[in-house]
């Protein structure tokens, strides 16, 4: 079970980096010109392809067995520290409480977002 922890480690740092990336560019440039729910439209597909190779990826580098319990291990660990993650950026550098964190949740685009990171949860398991 190390080796599934290890690499949802791993594949929360490289899929989340990647979307800081992608989310300060969303923020920065396609919200202001199309709205939060059509730049998170464009966003989704791109981060959800990119997920699923990194996941590929790190399943090849990190030779977790296909055991269903070994790859929903790893897909939890990787939600759990993006849930973790998320809330520390959004309290830390957006200025939110905890509870104003999760009010954003009640919003379309980041209700289609935790969609999507639920996915991102599940692309271990689906890939076996």
Known sequence: MGKAIRAGALYFVLVFALGFALGTIRTLFLERSLGNLAAALIELPVMLAAAWAICGWVLRRTAVPPRTSERLAMGATAFLLLMIAELAVSV???????????ATYRLFDKQLGLAAQLLFALFPLIRR
């Not at 830390?92 to 999760?102: A, D, N």
């Open 92 to 102: 830390l550098l957006l200025g939110r409480t905890p509870s104003g964190h999760f």
